[in-house]
């Protein structure tokens, strides 16, 4: 009897707190690798996943068994209920992360990408154009405001500003225009 509680407390805490978050971890994100300059970084965030992802497959399991069960789930030490369904996922997880290449040598193909519906290409390149141009435009005004003494440098500035608007507006357009296709 003692050996068994010996082999028996270190498999369950295994089983509640990391092998179903594990095995879902790796079934989920089959390219990452325990490998390189980041492989404690990797490491980490396989602990992490694997903990909070077993605690939280246990808690969804213990809560449908309760709910499932004929007559409820009494969770008994001796009652093995809670611990052949966290055995199970785990069984699957390992199935499906070894179906998608997680514990092959080199790491699965990427998958393709679909493509990016219409608007949606350079949106980041846009926005980042459009916040510079405001904040140029902001400081051409700013500037504008508080007095040039130079008559020749007032124009410059505002044909400059004149230029940032147009040139807002245009970025405008073109991208109403690809929204409308």
């Known amino acids: 009897m003692e050996l068994a509680n010996a082999v028996e407390a270190p498999v369950g805490f295994l089983l509640v707190f990391f092998l179903p978050g594990y095995a879902v971890t790796k079934a989920l994100f089959p390219e990452w690798r325990v490998r390189g300059p980041e492989k404690y970084l990797r490491l980490i965030e396989f602990a992490t996943l694997g903990f ?15 709910v499932g069960a004929p007559g409820g789930f009494q969770a008994y030490w001796s009652a093995p209920v809670l611990e052949a369904v966290l055995g199970a996922l785990t069984v699957v997880g390992v199935a499906v992360a070894a179906a998608r290449g997680a514990f092959s040598r080199e790491p699965p193909a990427p998958r393709a990408v679909p493509p990016e519906a219409g608007g949606e290409e350079g949106a980041w390149e846009l926005t980042r154009e459009l916040d510079r141009l405001a904040r140029e435009e902001r400081r051409l005004r700013r ?34 225009a690809e929204y409308a296709e």
Do not use: N
Request: hydrophobic letters at 45%; a neutral charge.
């Open 52 to 66: 909070v992802l077993s605690v939280v497959l246990t808690i969804l399991a213990g809560y449908l068994l309760l």
């Open 143 to 176: 500037s504008l405001r508080g007095g040039v003494s130079d008559p020749d440098e007032a124009a410059r500035m505002r044909r400059r500003l004149a230029e940032v608007e147009a040139h807002v507006e245009e970025l405008g357009r073109r991208r109403e």
